[in-house]
């Protein structure tokens, strides 16, 4: 086991006792390895630290997701404040639109007045002349 644990640069941990050596370990913890009692105790030290750890991890990942809540709650507000600013400028050029659409189809009466004038003009200068009639001749 330890020479796999090495070949995979997983570090070493282990008890110890006066009867073993410690070479070839990373970390040594001097203690009873006969003892049901010590095992119990190295295994509940280390669930304890194993806990405490995933704790810490999932309160870190709760807070970052928290944040990417936030985040993404601003940018969505930031879209739709865009989008709207943007219809509201269309709104405003369709309105413009209509306006000068409604200029050029409904003239002033100061057009319509020299629209008549024009047209009184155009009638007074036209004469008319009889037409000679080519049946009787």
Do not use: F, H, M
Not at 34 to 54: E, H
């Amino acid at each position: 086991a330890i020479a796999e644990a090495r070949r995979l640069g997983i570090p070493i941990i282990a008890v110890v006792d006066t009867n073993n050596s410690p070479e070839n370990l990373d970390y040594v913890i001097p203690g009873n390895d006969d003892s049901v009692k010590a095992i119990r105790l190295y295994c509940k030290g280390i669930a304890d630290v194993v806990l405490d750890a995933r704790e810490e991890l999932l309160r870190e990942e709760a807070i970052k997701e928290k944040e990417r809540a936030a985040k993404n709650a601003e940018e969505k507000a930031a879209r739709a404040a865009k989008e709207k600013a943007e219809k509201s400028e269309k709104t405003e050029e369709t309105a413009a639109q209509k306006v000068v659409t409604k200029k050029k189809v409904e003239p002033t009466k100061g057009a319509e007045e020299k629209v008549a004038q024009t047209e009184e003009k155009s009638i007074e200068n036209v004469t008319v002349q009889p037409v000679a009639d080519n049946k009787g001749e």
